[in-house]
C-alpha cells in the first residue's frame, strides 16, 4: 500500500542495488555499512551461497553487524580506505562509505576487478568526485527519479539493458 510518503534518502540505492546482486555472480564488496544495505546484501549473499565483505571507517556502524558475520560474510573496520586492498575479482561493489570524498579514490581501485559497480548519491557529482569517474565508464544507468540518485556502472556489462 503506498501511503504517499517517500523512501529515506538513505535507502534509495535499494532497487538498482537488489536488481545488480541479482544479475551477477561472485563475491560482493560493500564499502560503507548501513540499515538499508548490510541486512539485504547478507540476506541476498546468503541464499546465492555468495561471499559478502562489508568495510566501514565507522567502529560503531561495526560493531551494529556484527551479528550478521558468519562464513559467508565478513566485517571490517576500515580506519583508512586508501589503504583497503583486495586482490580479487567481485562481481559487484556497493559505494557508499563515509566521508563521500573517498569515493572516487575506493572506484578507482575495484573497477578493474568489479563486474558492476553501484555508486549511491550520484547527484553529488563534484562532492565525491563523481564527475570526474562516471564519464569515463562505458556502461552506466542513473536513477533520477528520488532526489537521491543512484547509478550503476561497468565497463563489462551493459547494465542499462536491466532497465529497459
Given at each position: 500500500?503506498?501511503?504517499g510518503?517517500?523512501p529515506?534518502?538513505?535507502?534509495?540505492?535499494?532497487?538498482?542495488?537488489?536488481?545488480?546482486?541479482?544479475?551477477?555472480?561472485?563475491?560482493i564488496?560493500?564499502l560503507?555499512?548501513?540499515?538499508?544495505?548490510?541486512?539485504?546484501?547478507?540476506?541476498?549473499?546468503?541464499?546465492q551461497?555468495?561471499?559478502?565483505f562489508?568495510?566501514?571507517?565507522n567502529?560503531?556502524?561495526?560493531?551494529?553487524?556484527?551479528?550478521?558475520?558468519?562464513t559467508?560474510?565478513?566485517?571490517d573496520f576500515?580506519?583508512?580506505?586508501?589503504?583497503?586492498?583486495?586482490?580479487?575479482?567481485?562481481?559487484?561493489?556497493?559505494?557508499d562509505?563515509?566521508?563521500?570524498?573517498?569515493r572516487?579514490?575506493?572506484i578507482?581501485?575495484?573497477?578493474?576487478?568489479?563486474?558492476?559497480?553501484?555508486?549511491?548519491?550520484?547527484?553529488?557529482?563534484?562532492?565525491?568526485?563523481y564527475?570526474?569517474?562516471?564519464?569515463?565508464?562505458?556502461?552506466?544507468?542513473?536513477?533520477?527519479?528520488?532526489p537521491?540518485?543512484?547509478?550503476v556502472?561497468?565497463?563489462?556489462?551493459?547494465?542499462?539493458?536491466?532497465?529497459?
Amino acid at each position: 500500500m503506498n501511503t504517499g510518503s517517500q523512501p529515506s534518502q538513505y535507502s534509495t540505492h535499494q532497487q538498482l542495488l537488489v536488481k545488480a546482486v541479482l544479475n551477477t555472480g561472485g563475491p560482493i564488496v560493500e564499502l560503507g555499512a548501513g540499515y538499508y544495505s548490510t541486512p539485504i546484501l547478507h540476506e541476498l549473499a546468503l541464499s546465492q551461497r555468495r561471499h559478502l565483505f562489508t568495510f566501514d571507517n565507522n567502529y560503531e556502524w561495526i560493531k551494529q553487524f556484527e551479528y550478521l558475520k558468519g562464513t559467508l560474510h565478513s566485517i571490517d573496520f576500515v580506519p583508512i580506505w586508501e589503504k583497503l586492498f583486495i586482490r580479487m575479482s567481485f562481481g559487484i561493489v556497493f559505494v557508499d562509505q563515509a566521508p563521500g570524498e573517498a569515493r572516487e579514490f575506493s572506484i578507482g581501485s575495484f573497477r578493474h576487478c568489479a563486474d558492476v559497480l553501484v555508486l549511491h548519491d550520484t547527484e553529488n557529482l563534484v562532492e565525491y568526485g563523481y564527475q570526474r569517474v562516471l564519464p569515463t565508464f562505458e556502461f552506466q544507468y542513473t536513477d533520477k527519479t528520488q532526489p537521491t540518485w543512484t547509478t550503476v556502472c561497468s565497463d563489462k556489462i551493459d547494465v542499462k539493458e536491466w532497465f529497459v
